[in-house]
């Protein structure tokens, strides 16, 4: 009946994951995503443990919200399972955003160092869900060494440029027999929107509510933009077709009287 | 405070107009509406006076829902006013959704008779909402002669093709002084959110919903997506840019250690 | 057997029409049209009868070369007759490219004006080729006052976007019975060849030629690019599918060995 | 002063890389080959050293056609290891074009035993051609083995749907050291002709013209198609823009009369 979202056996209510960079200050991201509805947050591991007056962490203690570290800044599989080690002894957990990007001008993911260290990973008892290209076959393989969920992109990190790859992410979530979350790229609510609409099962905000005028109101868009697309995909949208189909005329009416 | 939408000196809290063509019965219609938060709803006048067990009026009796005819099926100016007359009469109402097209395949609007009737209209005492094409100058033109909103086309009605005049659409809402309606082709609640995302005052929808698989649920959604479009454009939406803002590498935090 | 477009009677091997402005000088103009292998080109009455040095007509003078003056900087139906009028003295053609743009920005075309000025100009005897929006229901009320042939724009004029209109150009031409010529908008020979590929009969093209690097390698460009897309409708375009044919694997022919 | 396209050491001519899957026989194939002035065409290995009375090769042998065999139909970096070393001994070429799908459905390669097969071919002596994703990182690690040239795809195999992978494609030609070839996807000229405006060094194309009506006619089409795109990106295309640049009113015009 309800329409949870299921990932390595935990069930979410909501499907609008996000995370924490570019925020103005702690207390505000705190506040934009409570405002989200999101129950979970991904953080990159290089955040916490400074001894920081405002740890961020402080600000992400919520019983609603489970964390997803993440990998972010490694370049290869080997950084990536030192740093997972690392982010489970921290934080208790054995969730893992895994990330892997040597470029450091588009940050976009390495697909054979990301497969490389997912096997590895599932191995060493995480939960991971890896970000990549929106490639099938390389989300058919993650598959296959057990990953709980792929993150394929949208468009280029940071980019707010929507579904560029919306002709691969239909493929992908066509075939796909885990949970698919569109990371990357997702710039406004109607880009969420669009995302849950192909049937993607969520995704991943982060930018566009952090950088956005009023975070809180943009965390509180995407949240409908997500709930709406969820909806609109469980209804059943409509075919696109060429042309109207015509009801009866007025002057036909006209003609009646 | 309230973000209010005013057309013809009337405030609305709902962004999303609704119509009442296709829907399965008029009871699931009226379920429909009522699920979307819609306060305008179009008719087509040649729905109304046939004596019918069911009149579809019965079912947009509602005191949040404003009632606003249309002149669907006439071909020309002189038709439209005529049913315009008609219309007011039996719906003891002076607003108005002209819409005048010739062609039965794609019901595309026409823009010198849209003109001529709209100016007649207004003389008339209507409060005129005008259906047309996404043409800049012919909104300039309606503005002139004293319209209470323009009405441009997403992409041809019925389609579900969402916003393929978005180039267009953006100068009309940049130029504009009256409301901006997108309607027809809105197929989906992402086109929806994004039409208000560029700053439309309001959609219409209503294929889209009346033939979905399950029209309340989809009513819902698009309630949402008018709601999650319109915070975002309220909230600052970030630029798009081309490549990514790399934060510090994990690299460099290792080196900290 | 000769693929030819006719125009008002008479007969084009080209289906390159170009326009004068923008150009570094008239004598890299001449040069660039000359490349562009065009025959039937486009100026405004305001550059003629200017008591220059180097009159732009000297450059125009060609056997290949068929002047198509136009009314650029006309607001009204009004002013576009009286240019018209003194673009036939001046130059001794009744061939007219209607132009009717009151607004400066963005110089979209006013349909109602233009609708006007071409019934009369028709009247009046002019050869008319009217610059519109990609509005199908104003292509046909124009075809019947009798142009000679309308030319819809792909985006604005001098933006480069190429074809954002092409849902409605498809329309146009589906319908129409005069040659349908895409203007404004066309940026790169992709945009051309994608015009000609989708039925167009012919392409404006000006800005992209005038302000490219080297203006007479870009004429040849758009000269292949229209070529190219001709070629290409003419020989008929594969259908759009949504996944490969598999042709029978390689390890079926392992297995035969 | 030769614009040559260099792959490997060896210099070509034309830019329109072609197949020989799909037509519908060796005759037609091999006159829309010569008309296209392809000098670089790929076939599978499976197609060769059948005893058919109508071998494919017969109609392959011209001096200016460079034979380009390829491994469709392997699953996996061994078999196309294998598939390469009969293809070298069958054709005695050791040229490649690498192509691993284990997808039957939308033959999309796989990223991981590509780059395994890879490295591996370029170690025996192989010039290897890649079909891959369009993928940036992927691309960078093909260079960093000893690719040849990077065969990124615009879209699925046969689809006809042109260059949706287009963001990605510009970064990869941004970034790239070898040549990079749009490979799978192109349907029409347009397409070619944008993927060489972009800057790519050459484009293959298969399905396009085998499919076609008139399948010479269209070679010839893509052939000037390729030629435009690319005299575009060396002429210099004008940027994109959101609003025209006007030029001086006619009313000025009939001002100064």
Redesign the interface.
């Known amino acids: 009946m309800k329409d949870a979202l299921i990932i390595g056996g935990q069930s979410f209510n909501s499907r609008l994951i996000t995370g924490t ?2 925020f103005g200050n702690h207390q505000l991201m705190e506040e934009a995503l409570l405002a989200s509805g999101t129950e979970l947050v991904t953080m ?3 955040r916490i443990e400074k001894d920081d007056d405002d740890d961020i962490l402080k600000h992400l203690r919520h019983p609603s919200i489970h964390l997803l570290p993440n ?5 290869n599989a080997k ?1 990536a399972v030192f ?1 997972a080690q690392m982010a489970r002894e921290a934080l208790e957990t054995n969730w893992l955003k895994l990330e892997i ?12 160092e990301t ?1 490389e260290a997912a096997a590895e990973l599932v191995k060493l008892g995480f939960i991971v869900l890896p970000y990549i ?1 929106a ?4 989300c ?2 993650l598959e296959e060494v057990g990953v709980a969920a792929v993150m394929p992109l949208g ?7 929507g579904l ?2 919306i ?2 992410l239909q ?1 992908i979530i066509e ?1 796909s027999n885990v949970p698919v979350i569109v990371d990357a790229g997702i ?5 969420a ?2 995302a849950m ?1 192909l049937g993607a099962d969520a995704v991943l905000v982060n ?2 509510i952090a ?5 809180i ?2 965390a ?6 997500v ?3 969820r ?2 995909w ?21 003609a009646e009287l």
Not at 187 to 191: C, D, E, I, K, V
Not at 220 to 225: E, H, P
Not at 234 to 243: I, K, N, Q, R, W
Request: aromatic fraction near 6%; avoid cysteine; hydrophobic fraction near 35%.
């Open positions: 960079g570019k990159a591991l290089k990998t972010s800044g490694v370049r950084e740093a990007h040597p470029d450091p001008k588009y940050l976009l993911p390495d697909p054979v497969l290209h490639d099938p076959v390389l058919k393989r468009s280029p990190i940071g980019s707010n440029k560029k790859t002709d691969f493929i075939q710039g406004a609510p109607s880009h929107a669009a609409e930018t566009a950088v956005a005028g009023d975070p109101t943009m509180l868009a995407f949240r409908q933009g709930e709406s697309g909806k609109a469980l209804a059943g949208l409509g075919a696109v077709s060429d042309h109207a189909h015509a009801s009866s005329p007025f002057t036909q009416f006209l």
